[in-house]
Each structure stands twice: as structure tokens, then as C-alpha cells.
């Protein structure tokens, strides 16, 4: 019965039934809330996935990770959730940037780094440099990386053959 009536809120095109489930969240226990969160993606509208942002800080921790693991389709909430005049939006926004390790959005860090808010401030650089520091962890694990044997041998055959076609 349950699954019968969240399927109902995700096919409806009411903007009420988002806020049954933000609603739902909020107040449920850890499985309701996993159930409304699964609704929200679902819905995939821009007031559900504002709402879902909005409430990151609030959810247990394995809510949480399951956000982080979607953190791909909430780009366009990130960004509107950045917007916002409450700081604690703001905040969360930040937060899923920097834990998602999402490089594309760090113009909205640097939005922020120019704000009035030097809370707000203070969190976007650190998430610039936490990402920073991902970016150049990944890079040298790159460079630190051997060839396979015969990606060597064939970059080798294609310069030895370069050399005596240009001849």
C-alpha cells in the first residue's frame, strides 16, 4: 500500500507532492526518509532536489552517502541551492560540492568566495581547496602510473614507423 501511494506522489505532476515527501523526510524515521529521498530523486524536480539539499546536513549519515552517490543529478539544485538567502542552504550546497568532488561546480565556489558572509566565504575556500587537493592526489597517482607492457611496445612501433614514413 505504501509503495502504491509514494508511486502516486512520483507520477504526480502536483508540486504538493514534493513537499509531502520533503515533509516526509523531515519527520520520518531512517526508512521513510530513505523511501521519500528515493521519491525526490525520482520526481528529479527542481524544488524536490533544492529540498534534498537543504536538508543533507540534517540526514543520518548512510542518507547521506546515497545523496552523494546521485550528487551528478542535483547540479541544477547545487547551483539554485547557492543562491539562497538562508546561510545554512548555502552551507550544505558547499558541502555536497566539496564531499562530491564535483570540479565542474567550482564556479559556484568562487561565487561564493566573493560574498558578504565570511562563514559562507571561509567554507567555499575550503572546499576549493579540499578539491584542489583531490585534484592534484588524483594527478600524481596518474603520473605515478606504468604503461602496460604492450602500450609501450606499441607507442614505440608507432614511432619507429613514424620515422621511416617520413623519409
Given at each position: 500500500m505504501l509503495s502504491r501511494l509514494v508511486q502516486a506522489l512520483v507520477d504526480s505532476t502536483n508540486e504538493?507532492?514534493?513537499?509531502?515527501?520533503?515533509?516526509?523526510?523531515?519527520?520520518?524515521?531512517?526508512?521513510?526518509?530513505?523511501l521519500a529521498l528515493n521519491a525526490l530523486f525520482r520526481r528529479a524536480t527542481s524544488k524536490a532536489l533544492c529540498g534534498v539539499v537543504e536538508q543533507y546536513t540534517d540526514l543520518p549519515t548512510s542518507l547521506q552517502n546515497i545523496i552523494l552517490g546521485n550528487v551528478k543529478q542535483l547540479h541544477h539544485a547545487l547551483r539554485e541551492s547557492s543562491r539562497s538567502k538562508q546561510q545554512k542552504v548555502i552551507l550544505?550546497?558547499?558541502?555536497?560540492?566539496?564531499?562530491?568532488?564535483?570540479?565542474?561546480?567550482?564556479?559556484?565556489l568562487a561565487e561564493e568566495l566573493h560574498g558578504t558572509d565570511e562563514i559562507v566565504a571561509k567554507s567555499a575556500c575550503d572546499a576549493v581547496l579540499e578539491l584542489a587537493k583531490w585534484a592534484a592526489n588524483l594527478t600524481r597517482k596518474l603520473q605515478t602510473i606504468k604503461p602496460h607492457p604492450k602500450a609501450r611496445e606499441k607507442k614505440m612501433n608507432s614511432r619507429i614507423s613514424a620515422r621511416f614514413t617520413k623519409s
Open positions: 504538493a507532492a514534493d513537499d509531502v515527501l520533503l515533509e516526509a523526510m523531515r519527520a520520518g524515521n531512517e526508512a521513510e526518509k530513505s550544505a550546497a558547499i558541502r555536497l560540492i566539496s564531499s562530491g568532488k564535483q570540479g565542474k561546480l567550482t564556479y559556484i
